[in-house]
């Protein structure tokens, strides 16, 4: 534990230069093709009929994303302005999210990608550690989560940001970034919000707004080169495969048997 959460740190960790992405960049969507996306990437890279994928998105409107295992009556006695949001159910487990002002990445990798040589785990720390240099270059110093027993526990609040998990960064003692990870037998899905501005005091979090002004559309090709240790090319679009796929996942995400599902 102690060697990942050396990890973190204001250098971003080398990655194998094998360690080639495509990455992506999406224009805001709802929370029902956000995650049909996610999980289109996660069925054909497993597939082996789509690359290893970084994808970085945003939401609109503004929408709570639960954990696959909250249960939908806490969401619904969610006083205003929260309660009233647009909800969506993930596949990966954890708290719930209020997705608003904040940058959403994407990463999915079939089990043979050199980024996860080390075990899955590691995958978190390659990750926050890129982003946590890029705040540390705008004067923003982050820390790792605490380790201490229960540190990484799924249970907790309802908001993801009031549970600080040992992979989280954390800006002041409040969790400004975390991530989740969604496993099958061929790939594996981790996906993680970073708080740019902080617009619903329901959700206790870190905001980067809170000490620097940052555009991070800038710095995304950065970002990239720091997660997959080579550089980076331009971002692609969806192919029409994964666009067609999406497309048909997105009634499952909206409908509200899947929501309700618990």
């Known amino acids: 534990m102690t060697q990942e959460r ?18 992506v960049l999406d224009p805001p969507l709802d929370g029902p093709m956000n995650m049909a996306r996610d999980e289109a990437l996660l069925t054909l890279v497993g597939q082996d009929l789509s ?22 009556a806490d969401f619904e006695s969610l006083p205003p302005p929260a309660g009233r949001l647009p909800v969506v159910r993930r596949t990966t487990g954890g708290g719930a999210i209020l997705h608003d002002r904040e940058l959403t990445y994407a990463l999915v990798l079939p089990w043979a990608h050199p980024l996860l040589k080390r075990g899955p785990n590691t995958l978190y720390n390659q990750v926050h550690a890129a982003f946590a240099s890029l705040l540390a270059s705008h004067g923003l110093a982050v820390t790792p989560g605490p380790t ?6 799924h249970r907790g609040p309802f908001f993801c940001f009031e549970r600080h998990s040992c992979y989280d960064l954390l800006l002041e003692g409040q969790k400004l970034m975390g991530s989740a990870q969604r496993r099958t037998r061929w790939a594996i899905l981790q996906h993680g919000s970073l708080i740019l501005e902080r617009t619903h005091s329901q959700q206790a979090s870190a905001a980067v707004a809170d000490g620097t002004e940052l555009d991070i559309d800038a710095h995304l090709p950065a970002l990239t080169r720091a997660i997959a240790g080579v550089a980076s090319n331009e971002p692609e679009d969806f192919t029409q495969a994964e666009q067609a796929l999406a497309n048909e996942l997105r009634a499952k995400y909206a409908d509200p048997a899947w929501t309700r599902k618990r």
Do not use: K, N
């Not at 690359?51 to 939908?72: D, E, K, M, N, V």
């Open 51 to 72: 690359p290893a994928t970084l994808r970085f998105y945003r939401w609109s409107p503004a929408t709570i994303s639960l954990g696959y295992f909250q249960s939908i």
């Open 148 to 153: 201490a027993p229960g540190g990484c526990s």
């Open 6 to 23: 050396d990890a973190i740190s204001i250098e971003a960790t080398q990655a194998d230069p094998l360690a080639a992405l495509r990455w």
